[in-house]
């Protein structure tokens, strides 16, 4: 089993930018779906964006064009750069990975996840 864990929340104002990092440890990542999820209380859990393990990457229709997701196989790390931040980006969001799937956006297909991280975007 890998360990992921996340870092780079905190507060930010709306139209502000911030950058979430995903370590991981215990094997390498390199070759498995990697993805972004957030939940705020009382609500599902969300997809946000994903990245396969050749690269491709794909995103929620309510972040698209705002946030980018990327990895680094080096450092074992993927990244979640949002940018044009809006008050309802708030949540905590989770970095989570599988290994079985090439790509998807369903919470259930992942069985690896971060502690998650606090993001609060003001307005």
């Known amino acids: 089993q890998v360990q992921l864990v996340e870092s780079g929340g905190g507060l930010a104002q709306a139209g502000g930018s911030l950058r979430l990092s995903c370590a991981a440890s215990?094997?390498?990542?390199?070759?498995?779906?990697m993805a972004w999820f957030r939940q705020v209380p009382g609500k599902e859990r969300e997809f946000v964006s994903g990245i396969s393990g050749f690269g491709r990457t794909y995103y929620a229709d309510s972040v698209k064009g705002r946030f980018a997701i990327s990895r680094d196989n080096a450092k074992n790390t993927v990244y979640l750069q949002m940018n044009s931040l809006k008050p309802e980006d708030t949540a905590v969001y989770y970095c989570?990975?599988?290994?079985?799937?090439?790509?998807?956006?369903?919470?259930?297909?992942?069985?690896?996840w971060g502690q998650g991280t606090q993001v609060t975007v003001s307005s």
């Open positions: 215990g094997r390498t990542v390199s070759n498995y779906c």
């Open positions: 989570a990975g599988t290994l079985y799937y090439s790509s998807s956006n369903r919470v259930k297909d992942f069985d690896s």
